[in-house]
């Protein structure tokens, strides 16, 4: 049996990027009990606006580059297979739900 070596490259930037989501993650949460005493606007606007932000350093760095373009290859397989689809039987009146693939297809109805 072949083995493969997968190997993966980051560089320094990537990690810092990386390091900075975490930080604004902590930071976000942190500041979110911090702020108990200037109410729950304050508290959830702070919180979601350092989410956002981590999200967005998070998306920027090649971890979330790769994550992206996993998600995108995975559901154009589902587009493309019609994996799991719902449409309306109007004999019956009923709701099928067909699964297709090399799997054969399963049909319920109510």
């Known amino acids: 049996m072949a083995t493969s070596q997968i190997e993966t490259v980051s560089s320094g930037a990537d990690k810092a990027k990386l390091a900075a989501a975490v930080a ?6 942190a500041a979110f009990y911090l702020l108990s005493k200037q109410g729950a606007i304050a508290q ?10 981590a999200a967005g350093v ?3 760095s090649e971890s979330g580059r790769r994550l992206v373009a996993f998600g995108r290859d ?3 397989e589902v587009k493309k ?3 799991a689809y719902a449409q309306r039987d109007h004999a019956n009146d009923g709701l099928c739900v067909r699964l297709c693939g090399g799997h054969g297809a399963v049909s319920l109805a109510d």
Do not use: K, M, P, Q
């Open 24 to 29: 604004l993650v902590v930071g976000s949460v």
């Open 44 to 53: 959830w606007g702070v919180l979601l606006l350092g989410l956002a932000a």
């Open 58 to 60: 998070f998306l920027i």
């Open 74 to 76: 995975a559901w154009r």
């Open 81 to 83: 297979s019609g994996l």
